[in-house]
Each structure stands twice: as structure tokens, then as C-alpha cells.
């Protein structure tokens, strides 16, 4: 049975009685009653699904909230939990680069940072940042491989040598003789 807010007759009948989670018709709807954690984000549907379910069992209003706080509180913990993890990956991701490149590290991070800010700009350079990627061992070696590859084509005065005259292929795979 579905019970709406009990009278206080109904509840002198019921000792410890408590008001239930109202359906939505109702005209003070649980969706007043029950506060929502506004540093996580609830969608509407995920709401009425909980009030549904809350009607459902003849939950109180109390015992709902209840369970909306430990949601909110469980679900802070795994994010915080999970933001952890990635920075533990990404100091790992930190490490795995200076023992692959040793010494040339700071060399081999610094060119794959102006190879990654000249095809991806600002754009690409805060998405590695922001997503841990730009200390994932294979992006920091393909980058670090296009920098080694584009700086090959300038000279050290900056101007492009006599690569201008090659085709894509040999761009990309160098030139290659007869009997490779």
C-alpha cells in the first residue's frame, strides 16, 4: 500500500510512525522534501527512479534522505578514490619514461613537447594535461619519434633543407634504395 503523509491520527494508531515518500501527485512531492547533493550531479530520471523505488518499499521521508546521503557520500569517496588511482598511474606512467629514456630524459620530454604543441596545439597540450595522457609512456614516445622526424627536416639555421622536393611516402619513410 502506498501511503501518502499520514494524519496525526494515523500516526497515533502506529507508534513511531513517520511520514512516507509522498507520490509525485502529491502536493508536496517528495522532490521538495528530499535534498539532493548539489556537488553531484542527479539526473531527473535517476530521481524519479529512487522516489519510485522509495514509494515502492513505504520508505519515510527521513529513511529516503538517508539513503540519498549515503549515495552521496559513497559516490564522493569513489571519486576521490578514483582521482587517486589516476595520479598514482600517472606517476607511474612518470617513472616508466625516465628509466626508458635515462639520462635524455628531459631531452626526449622537450621534444615531444614541441612536436605535440606544433601539430596540436593548446588544444591537444591541456587535453594531455588534463586526462594524465601527456605522461603516458606510448604518447610521450610517439611524440618524442614526430619531433626526431620534423627536426631531421630543418636545418639548424630553421630553414627547411632540401626535403621540400619529397613525396609523402619518403617523408614518412625516408628514402629508401633498391635492394632495401
Not at 14 to 40: H, K, Y
Not at 69 to 82: F, K, M, P, V, Y
Request: hydrophobic letters at 30%; one cysteine or more; glycine letters at 8%.
Amino acid at each position: 500500500m502506498n501511503k501518502e503523509y499520514s494524519s496525526s491520527q494515523d500516526n497515533a494508531s502506529c507508534p513511531g510512525a513517520t511520514e512516507t515518500v509522498p507520490d509525485a501527485t502529491s502536493d508536496n512531492a517528495a522532490e521538495e522534501q528530499i535534498r539532493w547533493p548539489e556537488d553531484l550531479s542527479v539526473s531527473q530520471q535517476a530521481q524519479t527512479a529512487f522516489l519510485e523505488m522509495a514509494r515502492t518499499l513505504q520508505l519515510s521521508v527521513q529513511q529516503a534522505q538517508q539513503l540519498v546521503d549515503l549515495e552521496a557520500r559513497l559516490s564522493r569517496e569513489n571519486a576521490q578514490e578514483q582521482s587517486r588511482r589516476q595520479q598514482e598511474q600517472v606517476r607511474q606512467w612518470g617513472e616508466q619514461l625516465q628509466q626508458f629514456y635515462g639520462p635524455q630524459w628531459e631531452e626526449a620530454i622537450s621534444l615531444a613537447v614541441r612536436a605535440a604543441d606544433t601539430f596540436g596545439g593548446p588544444e591537444l597540450r591541456a587535453l594531455l594535461e588534463e586526462t594524465g595522457l601527456g605522461n603516458h609512456p606510448v604518447i610521450v614516445r610517439t611524440f618524442n619519434e614526430i619531433g626526431k622526424r620534423i627536426s631531421e627536416d630543418f636545418s639548424a639555421g630553421g630553414s627547411e633543407s632540401s626535403g621540400t622536393d619529397k613525396t609523402f611516402a619518403e617523408a614518412l619513410y625516408g628514402t629508401m634504395k633498391k635492394g632495401e
